[in-house]
């Protein structure tokens, strides 16, 4: 089946962003199915909200000449990634102080369209178009297709734990937007259970997010200290990736990456099995491109196929980790085109 959808050239430009508690992300989309030009990073904390936000993002375009006096009125539509849920018109982030209403800042900027989305879902939209400039798959691995026809999957260790899908349907890819980062993590050997054991002195519901996220990563180390009765002071998620991938560096740093690697592939094939991710499976965030040939060589996915009867299953579910780091905003850009496209 052809899943393709007629596409819908914007005879205005598209805004589209990808926003998180710390910085956003801002880019235009001038031709459908090309990525977004003029692409740049504000901080949220110095702006009051979106609207601020991309009033001066347009200002600043504008006063470099490019495009030439591009101003909200000359937008026709635009979609925003926003790392929060999104259940109705009122938005609030979770790490900021921003929040706004959908209809509110639709009407203030002007637009015909304005679509929000939950980050994941934007990242999810992203995967039928990524090729392989955008993606990597370590050796020896199964590559997605470069035009995929199948469900596809994606889970990401950032500050937090993200997973989405994406469905293909007769009318254009469908996102599962969803916080399937805060499922129960669970132990799949004696040592990762006295590891969740300890968590679980502080924290009632040790979920996935808990210890598969850069807020996660030090909560780890702290406990598999604790499991070996050593004492270690608490080290950031940055200090922790650097010490562990370090020539001759921290053992216990590289233990805590080694538990990491291992029980996100736990979760990947519980992913993969749930939405039956049958056309890839993709690892998004900030950490794991970072680990390289550790992650590689890690037990990642030894963990994602340890599924029993359904290994073989795993075994065909194709991987790759994601490279672009702007991989929402074409997310962002398909749920436009999609949106525009006529029925």
């Known amino acids: ?31 459908v199915g090309q990525p977004a030009v003029h692409v740049q990073r504000l901080a949220v904390a110095d702006h009051a909200g979106p609207e601020q936000a991309i009033r001066a993002y347009l200002a600043g375009l504008a006063s470099a000449g490019e495009p030439a006096g591009l101003a909200t009125e000359g937008l026709a539509a635009a979609a925003l990634a926003v790392a929060t849920p999104v259940t109705g018109d009122e938005v609030s982030f979770t790490n900021s ?33 990524l090729g392989p400039a955008q993606r990597h798959t370590p050796a020896g691995w199964l590559a997605p297709a470069d035009a995929p026809t199948q469900t596809l999957a994606v889970v990401g260790p950032g500050t937090g734990l993200g997973v989405g899908g994406v469905l293909p349907t007769p009318a254009g890819w469908v996102a599962i937007a969803g916080e399937g980062g805060h499922v129960t993590l669970a132990a799949a050997d004696e ?139 074409a997310g962002g850009a398909l749920a436009l085109e999609q949106a525009a496209a006529p029925r």
């Open 191 to 329: 040592e990762e259970a006295a590891l969740l054991a300890w968590v679980r002195r502080s924290h009632g519901h040790v979920s996935a997010e808990r210890l598969l996220s850069g807020l996660g990563l030090p909560l780890l180390h702290q406990a598999v200290a604790a499991v070996q009765g050593r004492a270690v002071p608490v080290l950031s998620a940055e200090q922790i990736v650097t010490a562990g991938l370090g020539e001759g560096g921290d053992a216990l740093c590289r233990e805590t990456l080694a538990h990491f690697c291992a029980m996100l592939g736990g979760v990947a094939g519980n992913v993969a099995l749930t939405l039956g991710a049958r056309g890839g499976l993709y690892i998004g965030g900030g950490i794991v491109p970072r680990l390289g040939d550790f992650f590689a060589c890690s037990r990642f996915r030894e963990r994602m196929l340890a599924k029993g009867r359904f290994a073989d299953y795993l075994a065909a579910v194709p991987v790759a980790i994601i490279t672009d780091t702007l991989a929402a905003l």
């Open 97 to 129: 102080v921003w929040r706004f209403s959908v209809q509110g800042l639709q009407e203030a900027l002007g637009l015909a369209r304005l679509l929000v989305l939950n980050d994941f879902e934007a990242l999810a939209l992203s995967l039928p178009r």
């Open 1 to 31: 089946m052809d899943f393709a959808i007629p596409h819908a050239t914007p005879a205005r430009p598209w805004l589209v962003a990808d926003i998180g508690g710390t910085n956003a992300r801002f880019g235009l989309v001038t031709a």
